[in-house]
């Protein structure tokens, strides 16, 4: 007897529906896909719960005639698609008529649709992917389909279904991916009754953006634009100052399909390189367009995954659209390197987006450029190499500064800093009066003056006063001390130097850590399933400082948080603890504990761009010297130093 059965075509649906339905929240992206196609201007969508239960997608586009309704649900059934040539050049977001197929092999189903030449529409109800009912009906134009009970006939998945709040904030996610990839298209998403957004559909993407990411979000956001050969880049990416803890609000587009690409990605965070803390992601919504041919989007069923025939034009007409963008919110490059125009080689790495729009490269008409010829590892090469003194100069930087911090006080160089903090919140305290709290941010002063944190606390405990005798001779760029000592000359990274030091203090007070309760406590609504991760992890936070409540459905109230942190970072801080607990970085309790006091650390110390006194200045340096801090928490090195033999041979006085 055979023992290969060829499985019932019922059977083989719900195995292929797999691929397509994972969750409720592909029903939704496959339903407002299919509504874009069908040429809608406004689509509403509705969901209850976490979607399993409920989903139902409105819009007014095209409608089905009776008897394409009939045959939408059967597999392979599309009008996108005659045969394979079209598989070359697809235009329309979906191609493959497995969608309906597969949701409807899973779920319950009711669809009425009406095309406008038609004086009555057609109501079709399905059941596992079987045909109920077909009758004609009074609808208005366009097409509304239900979808109930997810996977109810399929125990195994439904079981893999997360709570219901993760379920529905997937569910919002992926109508709002959906939603910014069509300014042009009006979408509403209502959740449980209320209506969680609504983009106005006017073509314009600041409003899109606007609308749907929020008003905190949108107002960081610079305009880019950047068109090589064919490819065409536009969209927004924020400016520096509103770096985030995460890649959560980085969207980007190709040909109106929302992606997720590795290589936007790093072409995106490259041109930060030199404007963006380490740990902090720019965020963006970039439309690429490009001729159909030249991408491939049959690569994965879910179809967020694409293949560019041109995969290094896209990186760098992506690369210098956003660099291009930040240069034109930054002041002029300093004079230094106006001096020095860079040498041929190497002109990749420091081609600046002006001389690159001026160069062949730009209309992509030069065939072999070294761009072509370089290896891809090369865009994440720093652009500073110490090693090169060539580099040194005509690295792009923002304004340099070096003064002598004791008398004179450090040229504003850039207009907008991009971190501004109160300075109050960092002078030294002189041990009796409190150190004060930012006036943005109101903080009640601890109870307990000692845990107040500033850069003298990070040090007070530290017993080795042998620090060895230097000089400060001042401080560059707002970020690092620059000290001689001895016949070396050492630059401290005052940012990473200090996170160090308190991370040591915070660790070092093993179980209990400094709270401090807020006057006004800071509202803040955390985005996906970080709400989830952050009532799960609630006593670890608890333990660290951090008393947070639920404050409405997606709101959370912070009523006290770690003694060293500034009110106005709890929401970054956040973020930054829930993705590193999201991706699992902390196997442990000890090292989750850990990784969020590097959080902690990171947001509480000095940071690059500020003003910094000089008696801080001159403590995280003796902390340096002292041997104590040689590390950054994440393990980079917080000073470099260059000795005098260094220094003669850069300057061809010894060989
Ligand atoms: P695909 O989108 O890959 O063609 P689907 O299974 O998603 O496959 O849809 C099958 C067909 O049903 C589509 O090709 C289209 O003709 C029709 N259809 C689906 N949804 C709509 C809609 N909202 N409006 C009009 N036609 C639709
Ligand atoms: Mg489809």
């Given at each position: 007897?055979?023992?290969?059965?060829?499985?019932?075509?019922?059977?083989?649906d719900m195995?292929a529906a797999g691929e397509v339905v994972e969750r409720p929240a592909s029903v939704i992206k496959e339903l407002v896909e299919n509504s874009f196609d069908a040429?809608a201007?406004?689509v509403t969508v509705e969901i209850r719960g976490g979607g399993a239960a409920y989903i139902r997608v409105s819009d007014?586009?095209?409608?089905?005639?009776?008897?394409?309704?009939?045959?939408a649900f059967?597999r392979?059934?599309?009008?996108?698609?005659?045969?394979?040539?079209?598989?070359?050049?697809?235009?329309?977001m979906g191609?493959r008529g497995e969608a309906l197929a597969a949701i409807s092999a899973v779920s319950k189903i009711e669809m009425?649709t009406?095309?406008?030449?038609?004086?009555?529409?057609?109501?079709i109800t399905l059941d596992a992917g079987?045909?109920?009912?077909?009758?004609?009906?009074?609808?208005?134009?366009?097409t509304v389909i239900t979808v109930r009970d997810i996977f109810y006939n399929t125990?195994?998945r439904l079981?893999f279904l997360k709570?219901d709040?993760s379920e529905a904030s997937a569910c919002q996610l992926t109508a709002l991916r959906c939603a910014?990839?069509?300014?042009?298209?009006?979408v509403r998403f209502i959740k449980d009754?209320?209506?969680e957004?609504?983009?106005?559909?006017?073509?314009?993407?600041?409003?899109?953006?606007?609308?749907?990411?929020?008003?905190?979000?949108?107002?960081?956001?610079?305009?880019?634009?950047?068109?090589?050969?064919?490819?065409?880049?536009?969209?927004?990416?924020?400016?520096?100052?509103?770096?985030?803890?995460?890649?959560?609000?980085?969207?980007?587009?190709?040909?109106?399909?929302f992606?997720?690409?590795?290589?936007?990605?790093?072409?995106?965070?490259?041109?930060?390189?030199?404007?963006?803390?380490?740990?902090?992601?720019?965020?963006?919504?970039?439309?690429?367009?490009?001729?159909?041919?030249?991408?491939?989007?049959?690569?994965?069923p879910a179809k967020t995954?694409?293949?560019?025939?041109?995969?290094?034009?896209?990186?760098?007409?992506?690369?210098?659209?956003?660099?291009?963008?930040?240069?034109?919110?930054?002041?002029?490059?300093?004079?230094?390197?106006?001096?020095?125009?860079?040498?041929?080689?190497?002109?990749?790495?420091?081609?600046?987006?002006?001389?690159?729009?001026?160069?062949?490269?730009?209309?992509?008409?030069?065939?072999?450029?070294?761009?072509?010829?370089?290896?891809?590892?090369?865009?994440?090469?720093?652009?500073?190499?110490?090693?090169?003194?060539?580099?040194?100069?005509?690295?792009?930087?923002?304004?340099?500064?070096?003064?002598?911090?004791?008398?004179?006080?450090?040229?504003?160089?850039?207009?907008?800093?991009?971190?501004?903090?109160?300075?109050?919140?960092?002078?030294?305290?002189?041990?009796?009066?409190?150190?004060?709290?930012?006036?943005?941010?109101?903080?009640?002063?601890?109870?307990?003056?000692?845990?107040?944190?500033?850069?003298?606390?990070?040090?007070?405990?530290?017993?080795?006063?042998?620090?060895?005798?230097?000089?400060?001779?001042?401080?560059?760029?707002?970020?690092?001390?620059?000290?001689?000592?001895?016949?070396?000359?050492?630059?401290?990274?005052?940012?990473?130097?200090?996170?160090?030091?308190?991370?040591?203090?915070?660790?070092?007070?093993?179980?209990?850590?400094?709270?401090?309760?807020?006057?006004?406590?800071?509202?803040?609504?955390?985005?996906?399933?970080?709400?989830?991760?952050?009532?799960?992890?609630?006593?670890?936070?608890?333990?660290?400082?951090?008393?947070?409540?639920?404050?409405?459905?997606?709101?959370?109230?912070?009523?006290?948080?770690?003694?060293?942190?500034?009110?106005?970072?709890?929401?970054?801080?956040?973020?930054?603890?829930?993705?590193?607990?999201?991706?699992?970085?902390?196997?442990?309790?000890?090292?989750?504990?850990?990784?969020?006091?590097?959080?902690?650390?990171?947001?509480?110390?000095?940071?690059?761009?500020?003003?910094?006194?000089?008696?801080?200045?001159?403590?995280?340096?003796?902390?340096?010297?002292?041997?104590?801090?040689?590390?950054?928490?994440?393990?980079?090195?917080?000073?470099?130093?260059?000795?005098?033999?260094?220094?003669?041979?850069?300057?061809?006085?010894?060989?």
């Open positions: 007897m055979s023992v290969i059965n060829i499985l019932a075509p019922h059977v083989a195995i040429g201007t406004s007014n586009g095209c409608g089905m005639a009776a008897e394409d309704a009939g045959i059967t392979h059934a599309t009008s996108k698609l005659a045969d394979e040539k079209g598989l070359e050049c697809i235009g329309t191609f009425t009406r095309r406008a030449c038609d004086s009555e529409g057609t109501r079987d045909i109920q009912d077909m009758l004609p009906c009074g609808c208005p134009v366009g125990p195994a079981k709570s709040r910014l990839g069509r300014p042009d298209v009006s009754g209320s209506e957004f609504f983009s106005p559909g006017d073509g314009r993407g600041d409003s899109c953006a606007y609308a749907l990411l929020g008003r905190e979000t949108a107002t960081g956001l610079m305009p880019v634009t950047g068109d090589n050969d064919g490819i065409r880049v536009t969209g927004f990416a924020s400016s520096p100052a509103a770096g985030r803890g995460n890649r959560a609000m980085q969207f980007f587009y190709c040909n109106g399909r992606i997720k690409s590795q290589l936007l990605q790093a072409a995106l965070e490259q041109a930060y390189k030199n404007s963006l803390l380490s740990g902090r992601y720019p965020s963006c919504v970039l439309y690429l367009d490009m001729s159909f041919a030249s991408v491939d989007v049959n690569v994965h995954e694409v293949k560019f025939s041109a995969e290094r034009r896209v990186f760098d007409t992506v690369y210098y659209a956003v660099l291009s963008a930040l240069e034109a919110e930054k002041p002029l490059a300093p004079a230094v390197e106006r001096l020095s125009p860079a040498p041929k080689e190497g002109f990749y790495k420091h081609m600046t987006a002006a001389e690159y729009r001026s160069s062949p490269l730009a209309s992509g008409k030069q065939g072999t450029s070294e761009m072509q010829l370089r290896a891809p590892e090369e865009h994440y090469q720093t652009r500073l190499d110490l090693s090169s003194p060539a580099s040194t100069v005509r690295a792009p930087q923002p304004q340099y500064t070096v003064s002598g911090h004791s008398a004179e006080k450090p040229r504003s160089a850039a207009p907008a800093p991009a971190y501004t903090a109160p300075k109050s919140y960092f002078s030294v305290s002189d041990g009796k009066t409190p150190a004060i709290s930012p006036v943005s941010a109101p903080i009640q002063p601890p109870a307990e003056p000692a845990c107040q944190h500033n850069v003298e606390n990070c040090v007070q405990n530290v017993e080795s006063p042998l620090v060895p005798e230097h000089k400060i001779v001042g401080e560059a760029m707002k970020t690092y001390i620059i000290v001689e000592q001895g016949d070396s000359l050492i630059l401290i990274d005052k940012h990473a130097a200090h996170e160090r030091m308190i991370f040591d203090m915070l660790k070092s007070r093993k179980s209990e850590i400094m709270s401090q309760t807020l006057l006004c406590p800071v509202t803040v609504r955390p985005s996906g399933d970080d709400a989830e991760l952050i009532e799960r992890n609630a006593s670890l936070l608890g333990e660290l400082g951090f008393e947070i409540e639920p404050f409405g459905e997606r709101d959370y109230i912070v009523r006290a948080l770690p003694a060293d942190m500034d009110a106005g970072e709890v929401a970054p801080a956040l973020e930054e603890i829930c993705e590193k607990l999201r991706r699992g970085k902390a196997p442990d309790a000890q090292s989750a504990r850990d990784e969020i006091l590097h959080t902690v650390a990171c947001k509480a110390a000095i940071k690059a761009g500020w003003d910094t006194s000089a008696k801080e200045l001159e403590r995280v340096a003796d902390a340096v010297l002292s041997g104590q801090v040689k590390y950054c928490p994440h393990g980079r090195p917080v000073s470099v130093t260059m000795t005098r033999k260094d220094l003669d041979k850069q300057f061809k006085r010894i060989v």
